[in-house]
């Protein structure tokens, strides 16, 4: 079999309807369109999202219009009272957070937030910190690595 020999199997393709070709068929005279108004004109029938001078649902929802910046960067989120699982003294940066199942994957860069305590001395590597997590893992003698 060559690709040019490959064909549809009978009757998976219809022809199309043709209509406006005289009285004899189905779509002849007005074709299907009616006998008068807006939509049996050519080039007739409302604009998108035209709800025929009801308050279209595009204004009636305002909390879905607005600006989303096609630039915006997503973080993956640990809380510093996730890295109590880690032992002392140990080095904890992306790749040893999707060990931990802590964040999904290392496609997005990693931001440390400062919600809950943390006891041991941790040297963690991300790409951001928020002040108050920079200053819970100092204050338990561990290190903060920003990452580029």
């Known amino acids: ?35 008068k108004g807006q939509n049996s004109r050519t080039g007739g029938g409302v604009r998108p999202y035209f709800e025929g001078g009801q308050l279209p ?3 009636r929802l305002p909390h879905k219009r607005g600006f ?9 989120i640990v809380n510093v009272e996730a890295l109590a699982g ?10 040893t957070l999707v060990e931990a199942g802590l ?7 990693v931001k440390i937030l400062g919600q809950g305590e943390v006891e041991q001395a941790l ?5 951001k910190f928020s ?10 003698g561990g290190s903060v690595v920003e990452l580029e």
């Open 1 to 35: 079999m060559k690709l040019q020999e490959l064909r549809s199997p009978l009757g998976a393709r219809k022809d199309k309807k043709r209509v406006g070709r005289g009285t004899a068929g189905s779509g002849g005279k007005t074709a299907g369109r009616g006998m």
């Open 57 to 59: 649902l595009v204004r």
């Open 68 to 76: 989303r910046n096609p630039f915006r960067v997503e973080f993956s």
């Open 86 to 95: 880690f032992a002392k003294g140990s080095k904890v940066d992306p790749q």
């Open 103 to 109: 964040i999904r994957s290392l496609a997005d860069p």
């Open 123 to 127: 040297t963690v590597a991300a790409h």
């Open 131 to 140: 002040a108050s997590a920079r200053k819970k893992i100092e204050a338990a």
